[in-house]
Nanobody, 125 residues
Framework: QVQLVESGGGLVQAGGSLRLSCTAS????????MGWFRQTPGKEREIIAA????????YLADSVKGRFTISREYAKNTVYLQMDSLKPEDTAVYYC??????????????????WGQGTQVTVSS
């Protein structure tokens, strides 16, 4: 069982930046693809970023491309989501996930196996 602990959420003004972190409890971190999802009330959870277990593939949703960056640090069992130029529409609960994925034509199909507890990101206008 992999436990994922997120941190870094909070309140920020539009145009500001936040960095979310997600640390895994297991050294098997390197065997999982990692993803970041977000969810707003009444909407389905959507994937916004993913990175393969080797770090060789990365995906960013069109809504965040050019503003967000996903990376992972194996020595710390941690995946990061750097969020710049934040907009009010980025307000959501952000979740990290560990699982498997398939990559094709720049897109990703992510199958989450474990979830973090979620962290709130609020962007004020």
């Amino acid at each position: 069982q992999v436990q994922l602990v997120e941190s870094g959420g909070g309140l920020v003004q539009a145009g500001g930046s936040l960095r979310l972190s997600c640390t895994a409890s297991e050294r098997t971190f390197s065997t999982y693809d990692m993803g970041w999802f977000r969810q707003t009330p009444g909407k389905e959870r959507e994937i916004i970023a993913a990175i393969s277990k080797t770090g060789g593939n990365a995906y960013l949703a069109d809504s965040v491309k050019g503003r967000f960056t996903i990376s992972r640090e194996y020595a710390k069992n941690t995946v990061y989501l750097q969020m710049d130029s934040l907009k009010p529409e980025d307000t959501a609960v952000y979740y990290c996930a560990a699982g498997g994925s398939s990559w094709y034509l720049g897109r990703v199909s992510f199958d989450p196996m474990y979830w973090g507890q979620g962290t709130q990101v609020t962007v004020s206008s």
